[in-house]
């Protein structure tokens, strides 16, 4: 619901929204208040802030990582941070916080999504994308394979990681040598990459094809380690050339192991 207070040169837009949400990052911007940053399905990324929420509040525990929430919101015209009305957890990620093989998965998940998806636009495939991996991990998928499901789906809702069933040089169909050129980016034949790009193993391209046709909790939880390295390799290099930089939060994914 919009509505316009004003008149004239001096009139501005208020809108309410409620909806639900996944808490992606909470920063301090005052003494009682924090400023967090909502995925949301309609308006994508969101930042409001969270009037005395700080110290031990009933809102500063809903303010968990990746916690899902209802919320409602005002959203003023030409303002950076939306103000918080109403907030309450839909789904909380407290036991995956607290479970060693996932801790360290939440914040990268996070930072990612916050990374790729646009502020004010919508974030319906991601919101998805996330909720079935968070329920994923809780019943019981390793998290390396949820990380790499993950980066895979993420990665192909931005246009970055094409399908690898034709050359992206030449359009021919692609045969058993195959390399990824992140420059393009996307899939090529050997003879059509010269020394760019890197190999792409046969079983890694047999697991992501099962990840773009099956959902996380039907792949084989017993894939093999050297073909989630071998994606993950794919997913670093393709996400390092078009942002210049690695994610922070990349670094810690080691415990996975």
């Given at each position: 619901?919009?509505?316009?207070?004003?008149?004239?040169?001096?009139?501005?837009?208020?809108?309410?929204?409620?909806?639900?949400?996944?808490?992606?990052?909470?920063?301090?911007?005052?003494?009682?208040?924090?400023?967090?940053?909502?995925?949301?399905?309609?308006?994508?990324?969101?930042?409001?802030?969270?009037?005395?929420?700080?110290?031990?509040?009933?809102?500063?525990?809903?303010?968990?990582?990746?916690?899902?929430?209802?919320?409602?919101?005002?959203?003023?015209?030409?303002?950076?941070?939306?103000?918080?009305?109403?907030?309450?957890?839909?789904?909380?990620?407290?036991?995956?916080?607290?479970?060693?093989?996932?801790?360290?998965?939440?914040?990268?998940?996070?930072?990612?999504?916050?990374?790729?998806?646009?502020?004010?636009?919508?974030?319906?495939?991601?919101?998805?994308?996330?909720?079935?991996?968070?329920?994923?991990?809780?019943?019981?998928?390793?998290?390396?394979?949820?990380?790499?499901?993950?980066?895979?789906?993420?990665?192909?809702?931005?246009?970055?990681?094409?399908?690898?069933?034709?050359?992206?040089?030449?359009?021919?169909e692609l045969g058993e040598s195959v390399r990824l050129d992140a420059e393009i980016p996307g899939f090529v034949m050997a003879s059509c990459a010269g020394r760019r790009g890197i190999p792409v193993p046969n079983g890694a391209r047999r697991l992501l094809r099962a990840m773009r046709h099956q959902p996380l909790t039907k792949l084989d939880v017993r894939a093999p380690a050297g073909d989630l390295a071998a994606?993950?390799?794919?997913?670093?290099?393709?996400?390092?050339?078009?942002?210049?930089?690695?994610?922070?939060?990349?670094?810690?994914?080691?415990?996975?192991?």
């Amino acid at each position: 619901m919009t509505t316009v207070f004003g008149s004239g040169a001096e009139s501005f837009e208020v809108t309410l929204v409620s909806t639900t949400a996944f808490i992606l990052r909470v920063d301090p911007i005052s003494e009682k208040d924090l400023a967090a940053a909502l995925l949301t399905k309609e308006q994508g990324v969101v930042r409001v802030a969270v009037k005395g929420a700080r110290g031990r509040s009933k809102r500063a525990a809903a303010l968990q990582l990746l916690t899902e929430v209802d919320v409602t919101y005002f959203l003023r015209e030409g303002r950076e941070l939306a103000r918080l009305d109403a907030l309450e957890i839909e789904s909380s990620s407290f036991d995956l916080a607290t479970r060693a093989e996932t801790a360290m998965l939440l914040p990268y998940l996070a930072e990612s999504v916050l990374t790729f998806v646009p502020e004010a636009e919508p974030g319906n495939d991601v919101y998805r994308l996330v909720r079935h991996v968070l329920d994923a991990l809780a019943a019981g998928v390793p998290a390396a394979l949820a990380a790499r499901y993950f980066e895979v789906w993420l990665l192909r809702f931005c246009g970055l990681l094409p399908e690898d069933s034709l050359c992206a040089v030449c359009g021919e169909e692609l045969g058993e040598s195959v390399r990824l050129d992140a420059e393009i980016p996307g899939f090529v034949m050997a003879s059509c990459a010269g020394r760019r790009g890197i190999p792409v193993p046969n079983g890694a391209r047999r697991l992501l094809r099962a990840m773009r046709h099956q959902p996380l909790t039907k792949l084989d939880v017993r894939a093999p380690a050297g073909d989630l390295a071998a994606l993950e390799d794919l997913s670093r290099e393709v996400r390092r050339r078009f942002l210049g930089h690695e994610l922070k939060s990349y670094r810690f994914l080691s415990a996975l192991g």
